[in-house]
C-alpha cells in the first residue's frame, strides 16, 4: 500500500538509511496515514544516536532542543523533522517526565515506552510497518488501548488520561477495557500535570466528534480538575422544560453546538451555577432563579484556574451570563443586543440559545427553535442594512453637540447617548437634520 510520505521526510529516511543506521517514521504520523487523514508532523525514529545524526546532516539547518533526550530536529524546504534516537526510559518521579532516558539499538524496546498501541506503529521507507503491539488491529477496531500495564502508563505521565480521553473524543474510539478502568483509578494522576497541558487537551477533546460520550463516561475526570462540576453531575432538574438532569442536559447542549471551542465551552459551563441556585415550590417544580450570573462567576473561576486566555475567558463568561436572555424577533430588541454585544457575539448567543434549547424536551421547543432563526434572519438584515448601532454610526456626534453649546465633558456622551437609544427604539429616524434639532432643544433646555 503507497502512502503519501512528504519529500522531507523520504530524503532523511534515505539518508539514514545511506549512512547504514535503521530509521523509521513513528507514532502519530503513522498512526494517522493508516487512518486515511493527512498528518501535522513528521516524526521519525533510529538506530543512529544524536551525534551520528547530526553528522548525517551536517550541511542542513539543525536544531538541538531535545539532545538530552536523543533528539535532533532538522529543517527541510523550511519544515522541522524530529529525528529520535531508540531510547528507554528511567523513572517518572515528578509522573510527567523520565528522570533519565538509556538510548538502545532495538526499535521494539523504544516503542514499549509509548502510550496507546494506535502510536507505536513504524513505518519505513516502503511503507512496511512495524507494529509488535497490535496498533493496526486497534485502529481497524477503533480502540484507544494502553501499551502494557494501563496502571503504569497513566503513573508514569497522569497526562495521559486526558490523552486517553482526548484521542476517543477526536476519533470516535472507545478505550478498551481494562484502559478504561485504568483511566478512573489513576484520574488523580492529574494533580500532577501542569494547568496549560490540560487546557490544550480540553479544548482538543471537546472539538471531538464524540465529546458527548466522553464527558458522559467520565463525569469523574473531568471533576478531578474542575471539581464545581460535581454537583451539577448529580443535578436533577423537575421541571417543564427538562426531559433530563443537569449533566446529561449539559452534554446534549455541548453536542448540539457547532464544533467551536467557545461555544463548546460555553454550553459545558453554562448551568454550572444551577445547583446552588435551585428551589422547589409547593407543586414539586424545581425552579433555578438567577443561577445566569452564579453560572457566570463561576466560569470564569475555572478558566482561570485552567489558564484560559483572557480572550476566551471573557467571551465565555459573557456568553454565560446571558445565556438565558429573553430575546424577542422585534427589530428593536436585536439592535439593542447588537448594541450591547457587537455582532460576533450576539450570533453566537443566537448558537447557544439554540444549543441550550436542544438540551430540552424536545416537544416544547420547537416555537423557540423558529423564533430564533427568525431572529437570526432579521439581525442579519439589519446588518445588510447597515443600520444605526453605535455612536459612530449616528449622523451627528460630538462636534455636533459642542458646536450647539453644550460644554466638552460627560454631558456630551450623555445627549449622543440619549440619541443612539432612541435610534434603536426606532423613535426617531437616523436623519442629520432631525438629529441637530433635538441636539439645540437640549442645548436650550
Same mark, same amino acid.
Given at each position: ?35 486515511? =487523514? ?97 496498533? =493496526?488491529? #486497534? ?30 473524543? =477526536? ?89 467551536? =471551542? ?23 417544580? #424545581? ?159
Amino acid at each position: 500500500m503507497k502512502f503519501d510520505i512528504p519529500a522531507g521526510a523520504r530524503k532523511i529516511l534515505q539518508t539514514l538509511a545511506e549512512a547504514g543506521f535503521e530509521a523509521y517514521l513513528v507514532g502519530g504520523c503513522v498512526r494517522d496515514l493508516l487512518r486515511g =487523514v493527512t498528518p501535522h508532523d513528521w516524526d521519525i525514529c533510529t538506530f543512529a544516536r544524536p551525534e551520528e545524526t547530526e553528522h548525517c546532516f551536517a550541511g542542513q539547518r539543525i536544531i538541538e532542543t531535545g539532545l538530552k533526550h536523543g533528539t535532533v530536529t532538522v529543517l527541510v524546504e523550511g519544515e522541522p523533522y524530529e529525528i529520535t534516537t531508540y531510547r528507554t526510559e528511567g523513572p517518572y518521579s515528578d509522573s510527567r517526565r523520565p528522570d533519565y532516558v538509556r538510548f538502545v539499538p532495538n526499535l521494539t524496546e523504544d516503542l514499549t515506552r509509548r502510550d496507546f498501541t494506535i502510536n507505536t506503529i513504524a513505518m519505513d521507507l516502503d511503507g512496511n510497518l512495524r507494529d509488535p503491539f497490535g496498533g =493496526v488491529h #486497534d485502529i481497524k477496531a477503533g480502540l484507544i488501548r494502553c501499551v502494557g500495564e494501563a496502571d503504569q502508563r497513566f503513573q508514569e505521565d497522569g497526562l495521559r488520561v486526558m490523552r486517553a480521553l482526548r484521542f476517543a473524543a =477526536v476519533f470516535g474510539y472507545a478505550i478498551e477495557k481494562r484502559t478504561a478502568r485504568a483511566v478512573h483509578e489513576n484520574r488523580a494522576m492529574l494533580d500532577r500535570v501542569a494547568e496549560e497541558q490540560i487546557n490544550a487537551e480540553l479544548r482538543k477533546l471537546l472539538m471531538g466528534k464524540k465529546a458527548g460520550d466522553v464527558l458522559r463516561q467520565y463525569p469523574d475526570v473531568f471533576c478531578q480538575f474542575w471539581p464545581q462540576l460535581g454537583p451539577l453531575v448529580t443535578l436533577e432538574q423537575n421541571n417543564p422544560w427538562h426531559c433530563w438532569g443537569g449533566w446529561e442536559h449539559t452534554i446534549h447542549a455541548v453536542e448540539a453546538a457547532p464544533a467551536d =471551542v467557545t461555544l463548546r465551552l460555553t454550553m459545558l459551563l453554562h448551568d454550572i451555577g444551577k445547583p446552588a441556585c435551585k428551589s422547589t415550590d409547593e407543586q414539586g417544580i #424545581d425552579h433555578f432563579y438567577g443561577h445566569p450570573a452564579v453560572c457566570a462567576q463561576l466560569a470564569d473561576e475555572m478558566l482561570r484556574a485552567l489558564k484560559f486566555d483572557n480572550k476566551t475567558r471573557e467571551r465565555v463568561v459573557l456568553l454565560v451570563e446571558c445565556h438565558d436572555a429573553q430575546l424577542q424577533p422585534r427589530s428593536q430588541v436585536i439592535r439593542r443586543w447588537l448594541n450591547r454585544l457587537g455582532p460576533e457575539a450576539f450570533f453566537q448567543l443566537l448558537e447557544v440559545k439554540w444549543a441550550d434549547s436542544m438540551g430540552q424536551d424536545p416537544k416544547k421547543v420547537k416555537d423557540r427553535l423558529a423564533e430564533l432563526d427568525e431572529i437570526k434572519a432579521k439581525a442579519e438584515q439589519i446588518l445588510a442594512e447597515r443600520q444605526c448601532l453605535t455612536l459612530k454610526d449616528l449622523a451627528v456626534d460630538g462636534r455636533d453637540v459642542i458646536a450647539a453649546g453644550i460644554e466638552p465633558g460627560p454631558e456630551v456622551g450623555r445627549v449622543l447617548g440619549g440619541l443612539l437609544k432612541r435610534v434603536l427604539n426606532e423613535d426617531i429616524p437616523n436623519e442629520r437634520k432631525i438629529l441637530l434639532k433635538l441636539i439645540d432643544y437640549s442645548s436650550r433646555k
